[in-house]
Structures are given as C-alpha cells and as structure tokens.
C-alpha cells in the first residue's frame, strides 16, 4: 500500500452538537469571534442561537452575513476587512459549503499577504489561518473536514481549487438538527453532492483502503436514506444519516481528492454561478460512462450497491450510469446543462477550464480536451 497520510479534523457528531460552539471556541483561546453565515442560515436561528452559545462562554462575536452561494473573491475581501477591523481573534463558520469555504479563505487572508488567488492550487499557503470551527447545515459539502475551499473568481469566470492541510478546521460540530430546515432541491442537491464526493474519491487514482473505507459507506447510506429525506422532511433519523453519509464521503475525499465530474462541475459554477450539487447530479452518470474502463471492480461494487448486477450484460459502464442518471431524477434532479443557459458554443472554454483543475488531476481516466467536450454535450 505504501505510505498513507490521512488528515481529518476534530469534530462531535450528533444532535445538539452545535451547541458546544462557545466552549470549544474558548478552549481554542477565542476572544472575539468573527461568525461567517448567509441570509437563509441566519434566518433559520443558527446563526442567533451560535452567537448565544458564544456570548454564553464570555466571547463577543462580529457578524459577518454577506455570504452567497459559490463565494466570492469580493466576499472573501469584505469578510478580511471585518476580522481586521474588528479586532477578531477566531472564525466561527455556521452554514453549508459557501459560508464554510469563504471562512477558510478569510482565515487565510487574515494571516497572509496578497490576495486570495495567491494561493490558487496545492500546499501554497505559507501561514496557518486562526482557530476555525464549523457548524455545518447542510448534508453534502462536507467542507467542514475537508483541505478543500472553491472560491470564485469573477474575473477569469472560475471557481478556485485551493487545497491545503491548513484549510482543515480546528473542530467540526456536525448536528444533524441544522439540517431539518432543508428545502427538497437542496436537500437533493447536497445529497447528489455528497454521493459525488464518495464515488469519485472511491475511484481516485490515489485513494487507497483507509479512504475506501469512508466512501463505501457514504455511498450505501445515500442510496437508502436521500430518497427518505427527500419524502420525510422532517425525520431526524434519515437526516442523521445524510450527514454522516456527508461526513464519510468528506473524508473520504479531504484525503483521496475528486475526479472529472468535479473538474466539469467547477468550471459550469465559475462561468454560470449554477448550483454545484446539482451540476454534479447531471454530470456524474456521463462522467461513469467514460471513467469505466479505468476502475471496472470498483464501479461494479457501485453497481451493485445501486440493485444493479454489472456482470449481466456486457454493457456494464451503461447499466451503472443508467442506474445513477435515474436515482438524480427520482429525487428531483431532473434538469440539464442546457437549462442551466449552457450552449454548444460554451462548451470549449468549459472544457478549457475542466482540464486545469486539479481534481481532473485524479481521475482515474485520462481525460482530453475533445473527451470533456463530448462529456458535456451529452449532458445538454
């Protein structure tokens, strides 16, 4: 097997888990806590009752709300400014993937030069954030335990990978309870997201046993349980176990990395600000088709976690990514790229952006220009 390095955080999982913010803030040496969250997390009462939790430990807390889905450069900006201004000491990040990664980029930019597209890419951030902690509401991103922040440049029309072991948050409190405020489309979204996660770290042509381990299981409790989220809202069990599922599947690829159905997904985010999780539910099933002769046994054990028999038909790669393409529409993820304002005309420059990223990097197919441009026709 060789050498493995796995890096995951601390983190507490279970109902009211959120609720040790303030406590292990204070253990962390906190004083004054910038708290980054969005408009729809804070007005669900998360961001409210972490402030309370903070202010019941003796910490003050600087909000910063200014958060939209697929962050910004802007955001991260605005975000430093405050921590500076207000004399912050530490970050408190309440929400899904985009308060969480323009979190980590604030953290980075509070105690590094430049801007934050400095550190664009693997292992080039010299200087450790502050102390983070993260209270993630949603079931998908896992960003609260992954080296992963995706940020957007709105100048060259991407999403930024920065990867890092510094990006790790200090402690990741994962209480399934955030999660019943979920909409269906982004309870679907972040599932599909999360399935994503699993499948493509599980074929990573760097993934090994430990990681194999995380994925393989979050891709079983997504197949059984993103169905009964989707139909019983409000059932705390199936929610618990989305979000372990998203915890295993975020291990999983903190470690192993993605593969091309990420590097296609970032690139239709920075040119069309689109929905991630559910980009990747149109992208994966294509992604298969054309990854499948890399990582035959792997896929089949996908397969056959899906119902699906592989063996039964030399058509294999079609059964599975039938089987997927399907499993997305049963849940409500039914559109495609072109109802995203996605055109043939498009599909260059996107696939010009797809081959830079580095989760393309591990995929476990080598992927041409013309291959990704035939891989996003498909999904039109």
Known sequence: MGI??????EFVFGPGARKLCGRYLRNLGAGRVLVVSDSGVAGSGWTDEAVLSLEAEGLSAVRFQGVRVNPRMNQVEEGTRLYRDSGCDSVLAVGGGSPIDCAKAIGVMSANPGSIADYEGIDRIPRPGPPLVCIPTT???????????IIGDEGRRIKMAIVSRVLVPDVALIDPETTVTLDPFQTAAGGI???THAVEAYVSNVSSPITDIHAVEAIR???AWLPRCIAEPKNLEARTEMLRASLEAGLAFSNAILGLAHALSHAVGGMFDSSHGEANG???PEVVRFNYPASASKYDLVARI????PQASPKAADLLADRLAAFAASIGITARLGDQGISRADLPALAERAARDPCALTNPREASIRDIEDIYERCI
């Open 306 to 309: 899906f119902g699906v028999e």
């Open 4 to 9: 493995q390095k796995f890096l995951a955080p």
């Open 282 to 284: 149109i992208l994966l």
């Open 193 to 195: 997201d999360a399935l």
């Open 221 to 223: 409790v997504v197949e």
């Open 139 to 149: 079931a998908g991103s896992a960003a609260e335990v992954s080296q992963f922040a």
